[in-house]
DNA sequence: CATGAATGAGGTTTCATTCAT
DNA sequence: AATGAATGAAACCTCATTCAT
């Protein structure tokens, strides 16, 4: 699963690692702040603590670093859900678990989110495709626990849908925090969304 | 209605507006398939139909083509749902009908909906709130349908919740495409969103 | 003497003199505050009163505007001179009346002056050796006033310095105004720069 | 004398002084023969004998070589000045030392000279003060010395508009010389100047 | 005669990437 | 392994000039 996606000229695995891990901390800053375009290698380098010199050592195209974001961001929340959801566990109790689990990830990397999504357009096709790969494999977690715990059978693409909802509610958090933030603390947050997914509006009978 | 936000060195002002047409339609197909950043200022001058010189006769920057295009996408939402909200109209079927009529005008215009989310950061902090202004507008309108259709009273920040929740399910149509409309067609989507909208997972007791 | 240097379209002689009037008198006031290069002509056809395509019906290329400057300059310098300069006359006050006329003329033109011998240089060779040569044929007058008015007879490389230090001695009056124009006035300037012309600094036997 | 005035992307100062060195060589070439606006950047690269990458890792902008130019000149004259003069020293003979220093470095640099007086126009409004300052503390050398040349004491505007003169005369050597070069050496010139500055025309008695 | 929309060559500047030290 | 000076393709934008109305 360690994929070597993205050489490095370094021999060193462990200072590959620590290097990245700086790089990854300055790049989100910066493209959280101007965007992915706007920001230089020049910049990204000195964000990181080393030289444009050393930057190129570790990567080979500033396209890298935004994909290592991406990569760090994806490989956290996956952690964090395989973490959470006991497979084994059934029923409601289980699905919110795995719903707050995922919501407190998300709350955790809004910023690492936020640059991704906004980015991603920048991958190569290459990338995209690996990108996509790994929300899918993400939202078929999702879709997992949900079919696990949902009482009654559901179609496929009722609860493909779900995993949808809950997965971009999961992003709202981050992306609309200029409004969400501003009414909502995280918990109350979960609440009222896990309140609306399992009761709806309820008022068929009137309608 | 009349807002002068980029000026232009032309006075004819029928003129302005047809160029400025010509414009946003290259830029938009440009902006989907490279992204605003890989697009050159001469490519949307030729999208357009007309020479570098005289794209910059309409335009001052290349940001303002950016701004151009988001101002579309919101006058064009704006508009489609004015006509589709009676105001006078109460009860859920006022709130579905809102919500189709969005729901249909997000898939007219997912191409540059997906562009317009993508390419924010981009813009300068003042459009950038002005953007933000527009969008708000938005939410209102879809908070005030909500309101006047639910027939008990909800918490201010609920409402706020829905709101953004339908808003953002109408985006979804567009930016997870490669996922949503494999499974749905627009009816079907619309179909099972009020549904879960208004029924929820119905699995509550149990719970 | 109306030589056709800078060719219009237009047929109307007395028109084509006063749109170069409105020309020159809005150019000057451009380049003075921004020079030749930063000035449109765009900038210079508004400043002028007309439409960019007006202009163009009465100069062929942008330097024309900037020769028609040195032009009048010329012809307004080699009139004024004309007039102070009773060729008949002999003698010292003959040769002061002429210094006196000419300070003043240049104190009159003085934005034009600087104008010019900031932008020659912009100028065709062709240009510029007409330039040149009125350069030289007024300093020709100022050289016959000198050998005329002096009782003595002098070099003739004697008298053309001369001419050369009251010639510049005009010019320095617009040129370094920042410094002359705050310790001096013209009249004061003018009597004080004929003072050093005749006595020099008198410390000859010291020396 | 260290004036980080020019800001540059290199780290090494030994580096930048050698690289801006060849700059104002190149760029003093070309201006001389084309004038400021008419250079390009690329020009100014190719003659400093570097890309146009790395003559942008020494200057800002455009205008920057034209004010390193300013300064270099600036710089030279004030340098071979001091050197030139003794504040010890009094009497004629200390200014007329002075003269002929002054007039020998105007000679030498007259190239730098021209270009400098043409283009400041093109300087931003810093700059500009910046170099009238410049100019200023070198006319009040001059004054300096006058005052104390001279056995007779004189009133401070009289000793700068000697100042003036001399300052204008140095310079006019340079900018008339297809005028004044062919008529004398610049020994004789000196020495006609020094002459006519301490003697006058000697006419007043018959005035 | 007057207008102003259209043109496109060409200028300035940026920045990802390389490579000698 | 680390550095940072050097490179040059390519981007954005300006503006003198033309020409149809």
Redesign the interface.
């Given at each position: 699963m360690v994929m070597k996606k993205v050489p490095s000229s370094i021999k060193d695995e462990r200072l590959i690692v620590k290097r990245r891990d700086q790089m990854i901390k300055g790049a989100v800053a910066l493209f959280k702040q101007?965007?992915f375009?706007?920001t230089t290698t020049r910049e990204i380098a000195k964000a990181s603590g080393f030289s444009i010199g050393t930057l190129y050592e570790y990567i080979r195209t500033k396209e890298d670093v935004l994909f290592l974001v991406c990569d760090y961001i994806y490989e956290g929340v996956k952690d964090g859900m395989e973490q959470a959801i006991d497979t084994n566990e059934k029923?409601?109790?289980s699905l919110k678990k795995a719903i707050q689990s995922y919501f407190r990830l998300m709350d955790d990397m809004q910023d690492e989110v936020v640059v991704m999504y906004?980015e991603v357009?920048?991958l190569s096709k290459d990338a995209q495709d690996y990108v996509?790969k790994k929300e899918?494999d993400m939202?078929q977690m999702l879709e997992l626990v949900i079919e696990n715990s949902?009482?009654?059978s559901n179609s496929k693409?009722?609860i493909?849908?779900?995993a949808?909802?809950i997965f971009?509610?999961g992003q709202?958090w981050g992306f609309?925090r200029?409004?969400?933030q501003k009414?909502?603390t995280l918990e109350?947050?979960t609440d009222?969304?896990m309140h609306?997914?399992?009761?709806?509006?309820?008022?068929?009978k009137?309608?």
């Open positions: 101007k965007g375009h706007k029923g409601i109790p906004q357009k920048s996509l899918m939202l949902l009482p009654t693409e009722d493909q849908l779900i949808n909802n971009v509610q709202m609309r200029w409004m969400l009414q909502f109350q947050y009222r969304q609306f997914l399992f009761e709806g509006l309820q008022v068929t009137e309608a």
